[in-house]
């Protein structure tokens, strides 16, 4: 079964940075564009960034110039680089993976659990 599991989120200052992972286990065959999503309290899940499967990225408006989205094929792995960080990047972060499991045809779309980012102004 595959799972996404994210790790390194936690509570900084204005101005800090964090690097978020995500790792995906399981039998997997490939996956094709991974992402991150934020969602903040009372609001909606928003797309931060994401990744082709050959390094492709594209980033949120709020974002851009400040977060770097990469990946390690090899390892299933997708980070997150958060610079600059504002007490408005506040949020849930997830990652979401498009996962062609070993063995299966069909490519599935898999969430992590959530790691939660604090920013203290």
Known sequence: QVQLVESGGGLVQAGGSLRLSCAAS???????????????????????????SDGGTAYGDSVKG??????????????????????????????YGDVKPAGHLAVF?????????????
């Open 26 to 52: 399981g039998i997997i065959s490939s996956i094709n564009a991974m992402s991150w999503h934020r969602q903040a309290p009372g609001k909606q899940r928003e797309l931060v960034a994401t990744i082709t």
């Open 109 to 121: 779309g898999y969430w992590g659990q959530g790691t939660q980012v604090t920013i203290s102004s």
């Open 66 to 95: 400040r977060f770097t989205i990469s990946r390690n094929n090899a390892r299933h792995t997708v980070y997150l680089q958060m610079n600059s960080l504002k007490p408005e990047d506040t949020a849930v972060y997830y990652c």
